[in-house]
């Protein structure tokens, strides 16, 4: 009788263990959805341009009130593929980057996903207005200096300087993919 009473108790004392780890496992995996690799910029420009279906600079014209979708319209395609004036709904991913929340032009990398435009997890499409690339991360103390005796004028010139390189990216990244994408069809008209 003891051994049985001994072993319910234990079976009792489990239960909670087996019920906090299901739920721990829940909502991990809501908290770790996206790993986004630290890669260079010229190496995630390639992976994106081989295994994008579409790459355009587009206008977001239109964002739903609960961010879950947004229109964006085709200014210029970068490979040859969507036509200028296409309008495609978009998908925005609930845990990774990159996420729609206003109006604007970006350079998109992406996929037509079940009638959804879906832009690449962890990729290079990015708004013009703030053109951060993923793997970068905004971060005043790169210079490894005690931010208590950093002044504001430090902050001021650096957040400066981190926008001026992050456009000049975007600008060269949006000129390569014309040059590509007019070679190939140069080619193609031969």
């Keep these: 009788m003891k051994k049985i009473q001994k072993v319910l108790f234990i079976r009792k004392k ?3 263990v087996i019920w906090a780890y299901v739920f721990t496992l829940f909502f991990a995996r809501n ?3 996206c790993d986004c690799n630290q890669r260079s910029l010229a190496e995630m420009q390639k992976v994106e341009r081989e295994n994008s279906e579409c790459i355009f600079v587009g206008e977001i014209f239109e964002v739903d ?8 319209r085709v200014v210029e395609s970068l490979d040859g593929g969507d036509l ?5 709904i978009g998908k925005n991913l609930k845990y990774c980057q990159p996420y729609v929340d ?11 996903v079940d009638g959804f435009l879906e832009m690449n997890t962890c990729g290079l499409s990015r708004t013009f207005d703030e053109p951060q690339a993923p793997p970068s991360r905004f971060d005043y103390n790169i210079f490894g200096v005690d931010e208590d005796t950093i002044g504001v004028d430090f902050y001021e ?3 400066i300087e981190f926008w001026k390189k992050q456009r000049l990216d975007l600008a060269n990244e949006i000129s390569a993919l014309r040059e590509k994408r007019d070679k190939k069809i140069i080619k193609q008209s031969r």
Excluded at 66 to 71: D, E, F, G, S, V
Excluded at 102 to 112: F, P
């Design 14 to 16: 489990n239960k909670g």
């Design 102 to 112: 206003k109006k604007g032009y970006w350079l998109v990398y992406g996929a037509m």
């Design 31 to 33: 908290v770790f959805a």
């Design 157 to 159: 010139n650096f957040h």
């Design 65 to 72: 009130p609960n961010l879950a979708y947004y229109k964006i």
């Design 84 to 88: 200028q004036g296409n309008i495609y």
